[in-house]
């Protein structure tokens, strides 16, 4: 009888065993920029109860205050959550004492990952930048601009072609021809981003700033469908950033409308990266904010209805905490509050990496 428990105890223990999941292969770390709770939950009402959000087993919150300031910018939010250490406003991985800070994306480039990201503003504004650029104000677009064309990226997908050109820079200098001469295949259009099949892409989808959703089309969903299928070529695995950028834009307008469009399009996306999580099985899904925009509060509404009264009580960011959402191997490690510098450590120690 002793040897018929101890077999169950033992299968029921290799079973959990098993069960338990691995270091993660991929990340996919998503930021819904100037989305804090009140976002979140005016999608779910717009959507009538039914969110992505939801899908989510483990929840935390994150502080976001700078180095300098109470209430952050995206510039030094988005480098406290990509390099692990709070800086002033507007510095983009950039400590407060002038040295350069390694972001995730390059630590994961030094593991022999694959690495992009796919954003609805332009390519070289304040979040995607924290990812790969190095300067003390993220206004100095010329040199942002031309570290993206410098950079060990594989993809990348967004608005802002202008920047590239000769025309419109105080340098003179052309990042469009160094991308090129590094054997990037630079595309304008959705279809033309979907049948390249170069070995670094970059999708320079706008001129200037993508119009507000819905109206720029799925510049998001199939930017991100895309980098999916370019980065898991490679065996290693693939650190992949995408940002809900106009999140943050409805709130600065306090327009309603444009913040439910914009966190529902997030929403979209978010689906369609824990679809792939799930299939794969071997990816770790990241949702948060660098900070809240607007000071959204909804004092009533209707979620059969799908409606909601707002009040925006400024027009700039706010202090407040964000939600910090997680799926995936290491999932458990984000729940909680957290300051938002502590989310790069976590993933430095989930996937085996030295600080």
């Known amino acids: 009888m002793k040897k018929i428990h101890l077999f169950i105890a033992f299968s029921l223990i290799t079973l959990l065993l098993k069960a338990q999941p691995s270091m993660p292969k991929n990340i996919i770390f998503m930021v819904g920029d100037g989305m804090g709770v009140a976002q979140v939950y005016a999608s779910i009402v717009s959507m009538k109860g039914q969110s992505n959000f939801e899908r989510f087993p483990y929840i935390g919150f994150s502080k976001t205050y700078s180095y300098s300031d109470f209430t952050t910018d995206s510039g030094a939010g988005g480098t406290a959550l990509f390099t692990g250490q709070k800086v002033n406003n507007k510095a983009i991985a950039m400590s407060p004492d002038g040295k350069p800070l390694t972001t995730l994306l390059e630590k994961a480039q030094q593991q022999g990952l694959s690495t992009g990201f796919v954003v609805s503003t332009i390519v070289n504004c304040a979040t995607p930048a924290s990812t790969y650029a190095h300067v003390s104000n993220r ?24 920047y590239f050109k000769p025309s419109n ?22 279809d033309d981003m979907a049948k390249s099949d170069a070995k670094k892409i970059g999708a320079l989808l706008t001129e200037g700033y993508p119009a507000k959703y819905p109206e720029r089309g799925d ?11 370019h980065l898991s070529r490679k065996e290693n695995g693939f650190v992949l950033m995408i940002e809900g950028s106009q999140i943050d834009y409805g709130g600065h307008d306090t ?11 997030f929403d979209k996306v978010i689906g369609m990266v824990l679809d792939y999580a799930i299939k794969d099985g071997e990816t770790l899904v990241i949702v948060t ?22 009040i925006f009580t400024t027009t700039n960011h706010t202090g407040v905490m964000v939600p910090v959402f997680a799926y995936g191997p290491g999932a458990n490690n984000f729940v909680g509050i957290m300051e938002n510098e502590e989310i790069y450590p976590k993933i430095l120690q989930i996937m085996g990496w030295e600080k």
């Open 255 to 265: 327009t309603l409308s444009v913040v439910v469009n914009e966190v529902v399009e």
């Open 289 to 310: 904010a660098d900070h809240e925009t607007g000071g959204l509060t909804l004092p009533s509404g209707n979620i059969k209805e799908g409606t909601m009264q707002a």
């Open 169 to 190: 820079r105080k340098d003179g200098l052309s990042p469009i021809d160094t991308l090129i001469k590094r054997g990037w295949d630079i595309v304008y259009t959705l």
């Open 219 to 229: 510049i998001l969903a199939k930017g991100v469908e895309k980098a999916i299928k």
């Open 139 to 162: 206004d100095k677009f010329d040199s942002i601009t031309l570290q993206l064309s410098q950079a060990q990226l594989d993809f990348f997908a967004g608005g802002g072609a202008m």
